[in-house]
């Protein structure tokens, strides 16, 4: 089993700047993919950043140039920073991390989600 568990959302002023960071542990062989989706009420769930396992970042064209992905050596913690936040920004983040623990198995782990809110 894989648990991730997700810290850094909050409340900003738009131009403002945030750091979410998601911590996974559990039974991790093969770390394919990390990344950050969120959802905006009333919308579906989107990707923001992802990075793949040979550290190639992906972003949705709405964060380019703002959010920076990354992740630590070990690839058990991944970050997003994001800078010059709009009101826009607002949703609920989740971490996402997919992978094959040492049985081989395949894994598509979500967190619990943080509430980033940005204010006008």
């Known amino acids: 089993q894989v648990q991730l568990v997700e810290s850094g959302g909050g409340l900003v002023q738009a131009g403002g700047s945030l750091t979410l960071s998601c911590t996974v542990s559990?039974?991790?062989?093969?770390?394919?993919?990390m990344g950050w989706y969120r959802q905006a009420p009333g919308r579906e769930r989107e990707l923001a950043a992802s990075?793949?396992?040979?550290?190639?970042?992906e972003y949705a064209d709405s964060v380019k140039g703002r959010f920076t992905i990354s992740r630590n050596d070990l690839k058990t913690t991944v970050y997003l920073q994001m800078n010059s936040l709009k009101p826009e920004d607002t949703a609920l983040y989740y971490c996402?991390?997919?992978?094959?623990?040492?049985?081989?198995?395949?894994?598509?782990?979500w967190g619990q989600g943080t509430q980033v809110t940005v204010s006008s």
């Open positions: 990075i793949s396992q040979f550290g190639v970042p």
């Open positions: 996402n991390a997919r992978g094959h623990t040492t049985t081989m198995r395949s894994f598509d782990s």
């Open positions: 559990g039974d991790i062989y093969i770390m394919n993919a």
